[in-house]
């Protein structure tokens, strides 16, 4: 398996303009999560899924904010208007979720620079 | 709300010593993970503890869990430069699949 893929591995936008990231998780694992590292806040959970259904997005920092899971195999967290305060590195992670296998798996983030 | 603390943030350490990093956390988990990262680079597993007294070793680091006490360690066991990067420990709050990052420990390790 090819691990998490994350697209893109960089982006860069303009103030206002609307970015959409985008996941596919590991093939079999039913939960996903989405982080954000900032060397200020560290890594935040800011949404995640189970089974594709959204369970806990009190992590999302505004309304500019949303996330979607249409299929196991596909995710996208999306900034609209973006602010140069979004700049950050996203991380999706996903994970089996069975009683032995908890284990969580990074992509390779991308990095995004909101200027 | 779960709480996840690391300590030190940051650790300088010379090479052949030992040290141990501290994670505790605020609320009932029984299931803990330590993660690595490299500059630039995503974060790589290194342990899974699933249970009271849980230890797991791997080359020079161990890691172990105590609920009770609510406190995970990373024990380093004469560090090697190799061991240079920013640890993370993360708690899976109870009963629910969210996983709560701490806020890393930064270690240098120089000849």
């Known amino acids: 398996d090819a691990g998490v893929i994350q697209s893109p591995r960089h982006e860069v936008t303009e103030m206002g303009q609307e970015v959409t990231l985008r996941c596919k998780p590991i093939?079999?694992?039913?939960?996903l999560f989405w982080y954000r590292q900032t060397m200020m806040r560290g890594l935040e959970l800011l949404i995640y899924?189970?089974?594709?259904?959204?369970?806990?997005d009190s992590g999302m920092p505004e309304d500019r904010f949303s996330a979607k899971m249409p299929n196991a195999s596909f995710s996208t967290l999306k900034i609209q208007p973006s602010e140069p305060r979004d700049s950050a590195v996203y991380f999706c992670?996903?994970?089996?979720?069975?009683?032995?296998?908890?284990?969580?798996?990074f992509g390779q983030g991308t990095r995004l620079t909101v200027v | 709300e779960l709480k996840v603390e690391q300590n030190p943030l940051f650790l300088s350490m010379q090479e052949g010593k030992n040290y141990t990093i501290y994670c505790n956390y605020s609320?009932?988990?029984?299931?803990l993970y330590w993660y690595r990262q490299d500059p630039g680079k995503s974060l790589e597993s290194l342990f899974v503890?699933?249970?009271?007294?849980a230890v797991k070793q791997e080359g020079r680091l161990m890691a172990s869990l105590d609920t009770k006490a609510r406190l995970s360690t990373l024990h380093i066991t004469a560090a090697v430069h190799d061991l240079s990067a920013t640890y993370f420990c993360?708690?899976?709050?109870?009963?629910?699949?969210?996983?709560?990052f701490g806020t890393g420990t930064r270690l240098q390790v120089f000849p």
């Open positions: 992670a996903s994970s089996p979720r069975t009683d032995t296998n908890t284990e969580a798996f």
């Open positions: 093939s079999g694992h039913n939960s």
């Open positions: 899924f189970n089974n594709n259904v959204p369970i806990d």
């Open positions: 609320t009932t988990s029984d299931r």
């Open positions: 503890l699933l249970s009271n007294g």
């Open positions: 993360a708690v899976e709050s109870f009963n629910t699949d969210k996983l709560i």
